[in-house]
Structure formats: structure tokens, C-alpha cells
């Protein structure tokens, strides 16, 4: 693919044996570590998701449905429970709705991608849901997931977990992330319709990194006024 051939593999710096020796080294100490150091049940998490990513995702949706990206967006969505797991020991509420957060955005994100990049996708033989179902029909999904999406992502604050500054943003950024995908799917010319999808794609990244360093923020501010007797 014209998008990845400089990474080392495709790039013939390393080989494909090395990585996976090495993949596989880091993989079981970042386990064992987290296990022995932090608890059995973040590290469970963790093992987990490497085996989706690498093997269920990897190896095999990937190549072999349409859908790959839905349901091997869980690998890149656990990372939030992991990190709960690890803090409290268990899995909450809170945590699954972090979870959903990113497992909801993955498919726009991708999908706007895959439109602007389809025949380096057809190229690679990766059945992308522009190259299988059509870009109308990935336009159509697209904006579907962005409207499950926005709501969810508001509900850390409805929930409690966050405060009312994460409430507005998450609701602003999540009705523009909406915007965006109507534009995407509204778009009635080829080259609107690639214009959208990389705003899109270029909001995504935007919408995913603000809502999750606004929930940083305010719990560092939080912190820092209790211990300052604040609060």
C-alpha cells in the first residue's frame, strides 16, 4: 500500500520473522509486568486484546470481511478498561462506556479514510466497505455510527464520572463530529465527497484525542483543588 510501504516491514528494513520475535517478547513481559506489578485482571485485559489485534483482527478479519474494522475496532477500544482495570481493579460501567466511546468511532474514522484511499485498499486485496458495499453505502454507515456515537460520548458526565466542562465539549464536539458526517454523506460530486471524507477524517482524530484530554484535565484539576482543600 502507498500509505504503509515506508513502514519497516513493507520497506524491506525488517524482516517479518524479527518483528514477530520481538512482538512476542514485548507482548509477554508487558503481561507478566502489569500482572506482577499492577493486578491479574488488567493484565488478563491486555493479553486479550494483543491476542484480538495480532491473530482475530490481523490475521483474519482484516482480509476476510467488510466488517473488519467494526468488530477489530474492540482491540483499539479496550485500552480505556485496561487502564481502569489497572487503577481499580474492576470493570465498571464507567469503563464500558469508554469503551463504546471508541468502539462507535472507529468505524466513521477508518471508513472516511478507506474513501479517500480506496484503490490503494483494492491494491492490498483488504475488502474495505468502500470497495465491497459501495462509497454510498459506507457513507450511509458512516453516518449512522457518528449519530450512536455522540450521545455516548456525552455520557461520562450524564453518568457522573465527568464534569460539566467535559459535558458541553463532549456535546459540541460530538454534534460537529455528526456534522461532518452528514456532510460526508450529503456530498453529491466525487470531489465533495473526498473533500468530506478527509475532514472527516481529520475532525475524528480531533473529536477522540479533546474528549479524552478534557476527562484528563478535569480530573487532574480536580485533584489539584482537593489537595489544595478546594473541594
Do not use: C
Not at 3 to 20: C, E, S, Y
Not at 44 to 66: C, D, E, G, H, N
Not at 185 to 207: C, E, G, T, V
Amino acid at each position: 500500500m502507498k500509505r504503509t510501504r515506508k513502514r519497516p516491514i513493507p520497506a524491506g528494513i525488517i524482516a517479518p520473522n524479527q518483528v514477530l520475535a520481538f512482538g512476542l517478547t514485548l507482548s509477554a513481559f508487558s503481561v507478566m509486568t502489569l500482572g506482577l506489578m499492577v493486578n491479574w485482571l488488567a493484565a488478563a485485559l491486555l493479553a486479550f486484546t494483543i491476542f484480538f489485534y495480532a491473530v482475530i483482527y490481523t490475521m483474519w478479519l482484516k482480509r476476510s470481511t467488510p466488517q473488519n474494522i467494526v468488530i477489530g475496532g474492540a482491540a483499539g477500544a479496550f485500552p480505556p478498561m485496561i487502564g481502569w482495570a489497572a487503577a481499580t481493579g474492576e470493570i465498571t460501567w464507567d469503563s464500558l462506556v469508554l469503551f463504546m466511546i471508541i468502539f462507535l468511532w472507529t468505524p466513521p474514522h477508518f471508513w472516511a479514510l478507506s474513501l479517500f484511499t480506496t484503490n490503494d485498499y483494492e491494491a492490498a486485496r483488504i475488502p474495505m466497505m468502500p470497495n465491497v458495499k459501495g462509497e454510498l453505502s459506507t457513507r450511509r454507515q458512516a453516518l449512522f455510527y457518528a449519530v450512536l456515537m455522540a450521545p455516548v460520548g456525552v455520557l461520562p458526565w450524564v453518568m457522573g464520572f465527568a464534569g460539566m466542562f467535559y459535558g458541553v465539549v463532549s456535546t459540541l464536539l460530538g454534534l460537529a463530529f455528526v456534522y461532518y458526517a452528514w456532510r460526508l454523506w450529503a456530498a453529491d460530486s466525487q470531489p465533495q465527497m473526498l473533500a468530506a471524507a478527509r475532514k472527516l477524517f481529520r475532525f475524528s482524530l480531533l473529536y477522540l484525542a479533546g474528549i479524552f484530554a478534557v476527562l484528563l484535565f478535569e480530573a487532574l484539576t480536580f485533584k489539584l483543588l482537593a489537595a489544595f482543600g478546594v473541594f
